[in-house]
């Protein structure tokens, strides 16, 4: 059984989103584009024995969109609310609601286990899911309230906003979708999550971190009631010991001394006996180590990568009594180095693997969990708005992307300033001038052969976030068709795509401004160009080209090309990542 589709309203910075899901589910974005608070919203409707994410969610909890126009509504209808004569109807419709919404896709020997979690038939397939609501428990209660505090004149809405919507009236319910039936816990307790959050550097130093206890729970499941019977019976030979190596009978000796009849039988009765610990008192004592030194002392790294392997494998004894194990990992590349996440990679592949109640779902910053031949399994986060490769492209437009051998997903979805170009040379040229401006750092720039416009519309389908800017630097190639193709997307104030007037680059470069006579002074002897006229001399260049570019490109990073002026194309498209577009 896999989730097949989520949709959430209203948590955190998820104002609402909904997207499909293909098994595995990898979410990317940048800091703060909401993957945290998405993975933590996919726990609300499933069930976990650690109670590892409280159910009954904060004020802060609820998005503040949300908030502020339940209080720009309060403003709005004060008057109505004062008088009484507001529909409690109309009022419910302005408070707001959290909402966690997931269906699944059950295998046809699980379908016993949704029977009760069906809730409509879409194209003659039944539809299971589950539904998690944060909401006001009694809405008719919270009008009467906020009519009490409201009809105070001097109070400023602004001023007592907690109080117009008290998170004491909230209460959580876990239902199924459009039936408003509460899923009971016997069918609940087959859908459940196991979460690994980011927060876990400091688990080594503390014996009552997660580590130590899934430690504990991994170490109790590998023992068998003969394992056990063999334990106590070794735990009375270690207390015998302890009792003869301290002499412990004697300490109870002061009937010897006593002059009472009886007092000698009555003491000497008084044993000290085994007060046998629990077997996970007993593995309380268990520490974690690498190569015999305490965890503590290793690196961050390590400390991360065995808490992972500890979480994982206990995680992994506790998959014969679900339906369903979704396993929410934030970053589990944090802290390692490449090989070990490598190692990650191939740890989380097997442990997933032909495993149908299994589904991982994880956020990561890192290449290495991003398979190019699974893109479907991606979904990119942008200000708390999901966008699910899986139904944002086509297979045409994944199979482009898992083809093109110098596709960097991460910078082409998420960089704020890109620019893409056709080859090495152009690569080259404009990351050299880069390097040697101050101020064009943060722009990263991608090499591309061919198929700008699919690029485009790829990117413009995952970037809502007007502020991000996507460069395109063309050849001419005496294509004017092509050229008018790509230029139509200039109407894009996020996009702007630039094209040599030459046939390349290189005559663009040497035809502008002054910089023909600089290259010939420059080099002409090193690269044969004394004499030769401006497109003799683009001409040769060509034919030279990775070696002349390799040297040009170098001495404009170190500054030792003085005078150098950008092609119009390219100064262009640098103009527009500092903000400026020439709408003509």
Known sequence: MKISEITIKNYRNIEGTSFESEGTTIFIGENNSGKSNILRALSLPLYSEDNTISKHLTWDDINSKARN??????????????????????????????????????????????KDIAFKITNNNIQYGLLYRFTVDMPSKLLEYVKEILSDSSVNISDVKRNLLPISLYTYSIVVPEKEVKVAYDVLRYFKYTMLPAERDGFSYDNSKIGYKSLVKLLESRYSNENLVHIEKQYQTFFDEVKKAGDVDSVLNWQDYSSIPGAKDFISSISILPNMPPLSTILNGVKLGYADESLSLQGLGYRNLILLLVLLNSWKEKQCDTVINVLIMEEPEA????????????????????????????????????????????????????????TELNDEERNYLSKNPNTDIYKLFLSHRCILVEGITEELFIKAYQASQSTLGDIDVLSFHKGFTKIIEIWQKTNSNCHKRLG???????????????????????????????????????????????????????????????????????SQKAEVMLTISHDIANGSLVGLQMPAHIQAIFDFMAGKKDDN
């Open 69 to 114: 126009e339940y209080f720009k509504y309060l403003e709005t209808h004060r008057d109505q609310i004062v008088e009484g004569s507001l529909l409690l109807d109309d009022f419910i419709k302005s408070i707001p609601v959290v909402s966690v919404e997931i269906h699944f896709t059950p295998e046809t020997d699980e379908l016993y286990y949704v």
């Open 335 to 390: 802290h390692l180095c490449i090989n070990n996440i490598r190692l990650m990679c191939s740890f989380i592949n097997a442990l997933t693997k032909d495993n149908k109640s299994v589904q991982l779902i994880f956020s990561s910053h890192s290449t290495e969990f991003l398979n190019k031949h699974a893109l479907e399994s991606v979904v990119v986060l942008d200000a708390g708005e999901a966008y699910a490769l899986s």
């Open 472 to 542: 395109i630097v063309r050849d001419y190639d005496n294509q004017p068709a092509a050229q008018a193709n790509h230029e139509k997307y200039n109407s894009c104030q996020s996009i702007l795509v630039t094209t040599t007037k030459n046939y390349t680059l290189e005559p663009e470069i040497v035809k502008t401004g002054s910089n023909y006579t600089l290259l010939q002074s420059k080099y002409g002897t090193q690269f044969g160009w004394t004499g030769l006229t401006q497109d003799q001399l683009s001409d040769k260049w060509r």
